[in-house]
């Protein structure tokens, strides 16, 4: 005798649409009740699974294949090799899969480690006659009050400048969507090689000023009030020159610094007299 649930079963291998009814009609005799545990679907094999067991039914089938030797005018097919291949490219990731249920969470801080965000800041440089690194620290290089603030802050120190400041922008990340690893490394790298390959326009930098604050900045850099630990140099940050400009209190604690940059502008590389 064929139970509802086999009759349902038959219906749906054949693949014919099983009416149940739904509702039962005013004074209609009720329907026997049949009860049976749904049957559940079986889990989905990994995609890398599936692949092998694609590439092991096509291994099989080759050797399967009554072996016929190539004519001599016709190059081998790639596509017999295509299998070994493929399953070298597909062992990184199988590896992984197999790896990732005794130890998901090893592997769940590396994936976290390669999607990192990369690191996000902008910076203005310039090289003081191609000694002293100025950085000011955004996106908008400095303008004309800024320019004249800093000039005038080197000339009350004492320290002629040959040519006024060029600055340059970089911004951090170079390309967007780009993995990341290790996004304060990467920064580090790609600031110091920016700075390194000015050298070709005849930077030769022996101090770094940095004018204003950014954190993320100021971690990459290793900057203190007496060494720039990124670049090896004596370093100094205070307060931004717009901030300098409308402060007459930022500009009296900036003074005491200004004989100490005239000594060391003199004193380092260069043998012109202090003036007076």
């Not at 850099?221 to 930022?250: Q, Y």
Request: net charge negative.
């Amino acid at each position: 005798m064929t139970t509802e649930p086999q009759r349902l079963q038959y219906l749906e291998a054949m693949g014919l649409t099983a009416w149940v009814p739904r509702y039962r009609l005013p004074n209609a005799r009720q329907s026997a009740a049949c009860e049976w545990a749904p049957s559940s679907p079986e889990p989905s094999a990994p995609p890398t699974v599936r692949l092998h067991a694609l590439l092991d039914e096509a291994e099989r089938a080759a050797q399967q294949r009554p072996a016929t030797p190539p004519q001599e005018s016709e190059p081998a097919s790639p596509a017999a090799a295509a299998p070994g291949r493929a399953r070298q490219l597909l062992e990184p990731a199988r590896d992984a899969s197999e790896v990732a249920s005794p130890a998901s969470g090893s592997v769940g801080d590396a994936v976290v480690e390669a999607s990192s965000e990369p690191l996000r800041f902008s910076v203005q440089v310039a090289c003081l006659d191609g000694r002293w690194l100025v950085l000011l620290p955004g996106a908008r290089p400095p303008g004309a009050v800024e320019l004249r603030l800093l000039a005038n802050l080197f000339r009350a120190a004492g320290i002629s400048l040959g040519q006024a400041p060029d600055f340059q922008a970089f911004d951090w990340p170079l390309e967007k969507g780009l993995p990341v690893a290790s996004p304060e490394e990467e920064a580090k790298a790609g600031l110091q090689a920016f700075i390194e390959g000015a050298g070709r326009r005849g930077w030769a930098p022996e101090r770094v000023l940095l004018f204003g604050r950014d954190d993320t900045l100021e971690r990459l850099l290793g900057v203190t009030d007496e060494r720039c630990t990124l670049l090896d140099l004596p370093g100094w940050r205070g307060p931004a020159l717009d901030e300098l400009a409308g402060s007459a209190e930022a500009k009296r604690a900036l003074w005491p610094r200004l004989a100490g940059w005239r000594a060391a502008w003199y004193g380092e590389g260069s043998d012109a007299s202090v003036p007076g």
